[in-house]
């Protein structure tokens, strides 16, 4: 079903305008997008922490069109408030973009964009990988910083392991926010 809604940080009051066509996916992708660390928007996920945080206001309308007109009445109230952490004025996809701009954006690249990968390349890949194994002593480093106890906002928990399902975050969010110098508050303990 189409809708407009609104994300809100409700420690800050930051928030994020967006319509769509489908709501449940769309909200999906924006929390493994910032679980991830990978959101479009910098600002939403630099004071990002958990999804708790996250109040989400949204309006289910007729049309995908509807849904963009209300984004864009919304954005065009909101856009220049310090608060809105929309990087764009415009509720288009691409913004400003011609058709012909949006197939030219990859035109040239080296990448696969969603291709398989050949049976001879995956024997390739395969081949250079065979037979290649860790020392003793990075596997015991690799060890050693997995068991290593970690301190996350004052809580001590036994492992990154341990830490990820107890906070219902992904492994490598954790991993990330511990070597990450945004999160002061989340560190190995030696």
């Excluded at 809100?8 to 997008?33: C, D, E, Q, V």
């Excluded at 309308?61 to 408030?81: C, W, Y």
């Excluded at 990988?129 to 060890?143: C, F, H």
């Excluded at 001590?156 to 999160?183: C, E, F, H, Q, W």
Aim: aromatic share 8%.
């Amino acid at each position: 079903m189409p809708a407009y809604y609104i994300l809100t940080h409700k420690p800050t009051g930051m928030y994020y305008i967006g319509s769509t066509s489908n709501l449940i996916k769309r909200l999906s992708r924006h929390k493994s997008a910032l679980n991830s660390r990978s959101h479009e928007c910098a600002k939403l996920q630099e004071i990002y922490t958990c999804w708790e945080d996250i109040e989400i206001v949204s309006h289910e309308v007729g049309s995908i069109e509807e849904a963009r007109r209300m984004e864009q009445d919304l954005l065009n109230t909101h856009f220049r408030k310090s608060k809105c952490c929309n990087t764009s004025s415009s509720a288009e996809p691409f913004g400003d973009m011609t058709a012909e701009d949006r197939s030219n954006l990859h035109r040239g690249h080296k990448y696969n964009l969603g291709k398989a990968h050949s049976d001879e390349t995956k024997a390739k890949i395969g081949a250079a990988s065979l037979g290649r194994t860790k020392s003793p002593e990075v596997r015991q480093k690799i060890a050693a910083a997995k068991s290593k106890k970690v301190s996350i906002d004052g809580t001590v928990y036994d492992s990154i392991k341990d830490a990820a399902y107890k906070l219902n975050l992904p492994y490598m969010t954790v991993s990330g926010r511990l070597k990450s110098t945004r999160y002061t508050a989340w560190f190995y303990i030696e």
